[in-house]
């Protein structure tokens, strides 16, 4: 008998015991009706992103929350100049440029939601990187000083401040994680008050499971990377963004 | 260094007088565990964490009794997503397996998220018989690794060091400038650990929970190295415990917030990284392979045993924080992988080498903070005394602690007995007080084993039901006049 075999035989044989005091023989599942909601948020949609934005705040991520796609583009501009000069004041003097630092690693145009950012970045002297392959020592050495990261959502939750990520053509996972500092772009109609409703929306829809299996990897990101591990003190940017800004809009 | 090592392979008593005589020791847990459990109470109370709590029971009890159908569903849709999945009884079975994976895929180093199944069946060790570099890159366990030890909290690896400790380690071992500023600690191991992620060819990591319902394997982290890990090598293994699967999103996402929760006071953690396979056509990046080990390693005795409620363990870590015994102690005293209230019901039973495991239940004042803090709602104490039991029914307690319970029967048995009894052990222990000036200090035979940590009260001059005849005799019958 194959090992696995020889596992669930056995579990199957201790299950069928009426003396074992656990689990409970009848066990039913949670249902849809009792499921609770652990976390809640209410509101129109710019209430919803108010609290979005409240919720990251708390965790040292900021955020904009804006009227339209058109503010939303200049508002990634400007954060991404505030940024810039940043960097380069803490690298005053010390001769570390390494010619990536106008370079922002980002997700493939059309799949982020403000339309003409890569004409409007490069009119300042910008350039966005969207890598197709990520795989090869050169492909990561070309990406690998790059200071910025953009991109959009797959949904978002108010009541956590949670940005939800799924990597596929396109959407590289190294967008929101290898660089020091990430934008994500989310527009109001992504943005939901709770994780939980989120799920529900999918499962009714009848493909939550499909939904979930399409894509190789998803990733929910709340706030900027941390640790606590050095006697309990707070630091941020371990290994992901050391900086996360949301930039929520109607749209 | 000032926080010194306690060796997992010394007698327990030893271990426990190294933990209490350590100053530094003492100053690093309680700074570390009254945060946390303030940061838990907090977080559980600002939801229903009553509800969440039992809804989160319900759903493990659930996920338990079909666990054969579970394991099968999740095996096939691991498959049908492109990821192999192999099976392993014991510890040197995942070890041979995770070997011959990377030779396969040759394999030169490998970066790992904490885990600790891993720990429980020393990967480590194994892939550097095996010639391959193993790097832990969670922060924490970045620092015990560099220094050379096991981890001493479940979730906070390196409790038991002082930040003062782990800036001596980095200057010495990573050329740091002195200096005792965390956040440029973390950025060193930043550079020094970016290098290690995207150069290695194999990421190892556990898995908090695994979807049945889709072949999804959940990691939960602060710091990133779980994407990191899961996304730069070209080969991903995940080691995993059979009872971490739960059936439905819903429920991953329930046990997510749950453990988010308990462990940290968070309402998420910073990531949560779900993956379903390998890298699909047109993705730029993540793993080429993905390989998922579910491990039984003692899980399945412990079913059997009737201890199958400890399957429940999120691994959140709250009951070490909120138990007065790991206080006092730390992690290592406890001699195994698992510490605090749950490492001491899950250590002996798990298929691992602890010296001194069955001293482990006795680790215990059995107060039940654990209990209540659990968000699975476990009856560690029960537990904990369901394990005396059986260690004292197997003959292991040893001839005296059976004589004095087959004694202690015979006398209970009748009140005539029982009251004799009481009567000789006053007047024994005052003549013993007497000569000792208060407390008893040192008692004869078996009893030595009280006496040797603790003084030992006398027993009161007159016993209550004395002292009660006394009182009704003094007492003046009041009998209301018609």
Redesign the interface.
């Known amino acids: 008998m194959s090992t696995r075999d020889e596992i669930l035989n056995r579990i199957r044989v201790i299950l069928s015991r009426p003396d074992l005091p656990f689990p409970p023989a009848v066990a039913p599942p949670l249902d849809a009706a009792e499921r609770m909601t652990v976390t809640s948020a209410t509101g129109e949609a710019r209430d919803l992103a108010l609290r979005f934005g409240l919720e990251v705040a708390k965790l040292y991520g900021t955020y904009d929350v804006l009227d339209s796609e058109v503010e939303a583009r200049l508002a990634l501009v400007n954060r991404l100049r505030t940024w810039a000069d940043e960097e380069a004041a803490a690298r005053k003097g010390m001769g570390l440029e390494t010619g990536q630092e106008k370079m922002i690693l980002s997700w493939a145009a059309e799949r982020l939601p403000v339309a003409g950012l890569a004409e409007m970045l490069q009119d300042v002297g910008w350039q966005l990187v969207v890598p197709a392959d990520l795989t090869t020592p050169e492909s990561r050495e070309a990406v690998r000083f790059i200071r910025f990261g953009v991109t959009g959502v797959d949904a978002a939750f108010a009541s956590t401040g949670s940005l939800l990520l799924a990597a596929s053509a396109g959407q590289s996972r190294a967008a929101s994680l290898l660089p020091l500092r990430h934008i994500a772009l989310v527009p109001f109609s992504r943005l939901y008050p709770t994780i939980e409703d989120w799920l529900a929306e999918q499962r009714e829809a009848g493909g939550l499971d499909d939904t979930l299996r399409r894509r190789a990897a998803w990733h929910m990101i709340t706030g900027p990377s941390k640790s606590a591990d050095i006697e309990m003190n707070l630091t941020l940017g371990v290994h992901g963004p050391k900086f996360v800004h949301v930039i929520l809009f109607a749209g | 260094m000032a926080t010194s090592t306690i060796d997992l392979h010394l007698p327990y008593t030893t271990r426990v007088a190294k933990a209490l005589g350590n100053r530094h020791l003492h100053t690093?847990l309680e700074?570390?565990t009254e945060?946390?459990d303030g940061q838990r109470v907090a977080a559980m109370g600002a939801?229903?964490g009553e509800?969440?709590r039992t809804?989160m029971r319900?759903?493990k009890?659930?996920a338990?009794?079909?666990?054969?159908e579970l394991?099968?569903q999740l095996?096939s849709?691991l498959t049908a997503?492109g990821a192999q999945v192999y099976?392993?009884?014991e510890a040197d079975?995942v070890n041979r397996t995770l070997i011959q994976i990377a030779r396969k895929a040759n394999v030169q180093k490998a970066v790992k998220v904490k885990s600790m199944v891993s720990e429980e069946v020393h990967v480590n060790d194994a892939l550097a018989q095996a010639g391959i570099t193993a790097v832990e890159?969670?922060?924490?366990e970045f620092?015990i690794q560099l220094a050379g030890e096991p981890p001493s909290h479940i979730l906070?690896?390196?409790i038991h060091?002082?930040?003062e400790d782990?800036a001596d380690l980095f200057q010495k071992e990573l050329d740091m400038p002195p200096t005792l500023d965390?956040?440029v600690?973390?950025?060193v191991?930043?550079t020094r650990?970016?290098r290690e992620?995207?150069?290695a060819d194999m990421g190892i990591s556990g898995a908090n929970f695994a979807?049945a319902?889709?072949?999804?394997i959940c990691i939960v982290t602060?710091?990133?190295?779980g994407?990191?890990c899961?996304?730069l090598p070209?080969v991903y293994v995940v080691i995993m415990g059979?009872e971490k699967v739960v059936?439905?999103?819903?429920?991953a996402?329930?046990q997510y917030?749950?453990l988010s929760r308990s462990a940290?006071g968070?309402?998420?953690?910073?990531?949560?990284?779900?993956?379903?396979?390998?890298?699909?056509?047109?993705?730029?990046?993540?793993p080429?392979e993905l390989h998922v080990i579910?491990l039984?390693n003692g899980r399945?005795d412990m079913?059997?045993q009737?201890?199958?409620?400890a399957l429940c363990c999120v691994r959140c870590g709250a009951c070490l924080n909120v138990c007065p015994v790991y206080r006092e102690i730390g992690g290592h005293a406890y001699g195994s992988t698992y510490s605090g209230p749950i490492g001491s019901v899950i250590s002996g039973l798990l298929h691992n080498s602890v010296t001194d495991v069955a001293a482990l239940p006795y680790a215990s004042t059995l107060c039940g903070a654990c209990r209540d803090a659990c968000p699975v709602k476990i009856d560690l104490p029960r537990l904990l005394l369901d394990l005396r039991a059986d260690h004292v029914a197997e003959g292991d307690a040893g001839r005296i602690e059976h004589l004095a319970m087959q004694n202690f029967a015979w006398m209970m048995g009748s009140r005539a007995r029982y009251e004799a009894a009481g009567a000789l052990a006053n007047s024994g222990s005052n003549v013993l007080a007497w000569f000792s000036g208060g407390s008893i200090k040192s008692m004869p035979g078996p009893f030595a084993a009280w006496t040797d940590t603790r003084n030992f009260p006398p027993f009161a001059r007159h016993s209550f039901r004395e002292q009660w005849r006394a009182r009704k005799a003094r007492t003046k019958r009041i009998t209301r006049e018609e």
């Open positions: 690093a700074r570390a945060r946390m939801v229903e509800r969440l809804q319900q759903m009890e659930h338990l009794r079909h666990l054969p394991l099968e095996e849709n997503n099976w392993a009884k079975e890159t969670d922060l924490g620092i906070a690896p390196v060091r002082r930040a782990i965390p956040q600690m973390c950025g191991a930043r650990l970016r992620f995207l150069s979807v319902e889709t072949g999804t602060n710091e990133g190295n994407r990191m899961s996304s070209r059979i059936p439905t999103l819903e429920d996402f329930l917030q749950a940290t968070q309402q998420c953690s910073v990531y949560l990284s779900m993956t379903s396979g390998p890298r699909r056509p047109g993705d730029a990046d993540g080429d579910l039984d399945v079913l059997a009737g201890y199958g409620e």
